[in-house]
């Protein structure tokens, strides 16, 4: 493959906590890693979200402070550009607004990391487009409902449209799809930035990192309500620490104290999220230091059998850290053995729990394995290029 010049774009910088963070540096170091001259530019209309305020305004002094910062650690300094397009003089920070129009351009691709930077007359100048949908479910249903919804015409522009959900024109994913040409894909992930060099400590436990109640995604379909929040489905297994005979640790925003309370009791143990997503490399020190994952999946994941599969557990596994998580399909393309497990029912959870404990070792490695194979990130953003005729 010749040297390329590519433009990853999403939505790092307006909202740069450590899930986010991880998402987009992968797609631009396995790019790099290619060969390629990779830029990254935001360029939106959107405010950014302030994390230790925990609201999005108008202040764009965060995002101008931390870019830098990302550019310089991960080999992408002068590369970078984010322009507060909400504003009336659009001001820049990183590359002006003259070079950021010229790089869309001249650049032989834009990758829309979750389809997040939304589409306007500058980014249209370049002619080759990549959508990739990290929440598969939602634009399909959309599109079903009504064939002339604004995302089916916002996709049409887009020379290549991928999806998280990689049953999504298969028999197994009910949704039809009036003939966008969805194509699978999943996080890509740079496994040794991941990789251990130990065990995790003897009194290390499972544990996830979790939103626990967002609003605004649920998707009414058929009649049917399919649901966007993880909290309904963590409650649905909340007694999975007292059949498994272990505890489960949530970094999670639950605010509720009787909520709080009666997990407690039933074996989880709550911690908070702030620490670990204003610092991304806490965030890996955090994910490393467990004993490997316990997790659900979003109610539309699960019930429109999407075959989706979590960036965040993808970088568990290349810890070499074992994951317990809910069954979306995913099985069908790789997991289900040893190193990642899937469930339906809380015994299904405790058989997993107990195979983990009975040869930890064997499992760390196989976690390690299924990244390799599955997502290290040079092999993901390849078959993207290739398959977008980049």
Not at 126 to 155: M, V
Not at 161 to 167: A, I, L, P, S, Y
Not at 234 to 249: N, V, Y
Request: proline letters at 5%; a negative charge; aromatic letters at 12%.
């Amino acid at each position: 493959m010749s040297r390329k010049r590519i433009i990853v774009t999403g939505y790092m910088a307006r909202c740069p906590i450590a899930g986010v963070i991880w998402q987009h540096i992968h797609y631009i170091v396995g790019l790099q890693r290619l060969g390629h001259e990779v830029f990254y530019i935001e360029d939106s209309t959107a405010h950014p979200y302030h994390p230790l305020q925990y609201d999005y305004i108008p202040d764009w002094s965060y995002t101008a402070a931390i870019m830098p910062k990302l550019a310089r650690q991960f080999g992408f300094d002068g590369r970078w550009g984010y322009r507060a397009r909400y504003l009336d003089d659009r001001p820049t920070a990183g590359l002006s607004g003259a070079r950021i129009d010229e790089l869309y351009r001249e650049a032989d691709a834009v990758i829309n990391v979750c389809g997040e930077q939304e589409l306007h007359e500058d980014l249209l100048q370049n002619r080759c487009l990549i959508y990739i949908e990290s929440d598969p479910g939602k634009e399909q249903c959309l599109i079903d409902t009504d064939p002339a919804a604004p995302i089916r015409q916002t996709l049409a522009q887009y020379q290549a449209v991928f999806t998280f959900g990689e049953h999504i024109g298969t028999p197994r994913f009910p949704v039809p799809l009036h003939g966008v040409p969805w194509q699978p894909t999943r996080q890509p992930i740079v496994t040794d930035f991941w990789k251990a060099d130990a065990p995790p400590p003897a009194d290390a436990v499972f544990t996830s990192v979790a939103n626990w109640n967002t609003k605004g995604k649920d998707i009414e379909w058929r009649g049917d309500k399919y649901l966007w929040s993880k909290a309904l489905e963590f409650l649905r297994f909340k007694e999975a620490p007292q059949r498994a005979g272990e505890t489960f640790e949530l970094a999670t925003n639950l605010r509720d104290e009787a909520t709080r309370a009666n997990l407690r009791a039933l074996g989880w143990r709550l911690t908070s999220p702030q620490e670990i997503s204003i610092d991304h490399d806490l965030y890996v020190q955090y994910l490393r230091g467990s004993k490997g994952e316990f997790t659900v999946a979003k109610d539309q994941y699960v019930r429109l059998s999407t075959g989706w599969f979590s960036d965040r557990t993808a970088c568990y596994l290349a810890a070499g850290r074992p994951v317990i998580t809910q069954e979306t399909g995913f099985t069908d393309l790789y997991g289900g053995e040893r190193g990642l497990l899937a469930f339906r029912t809380l015994d299904e959870i405790a058989e997993a729990v107990r195979a983990v404990n009975a040869d930890y070792a064997s499992h760390s490695r196989a976690a390690f394995d299924v990244a390799t194979e599955h997502f290290e990130a040079t092999k993901v953003v390849a078959s993207i290029l290739d398959r977008a005729g980049v």
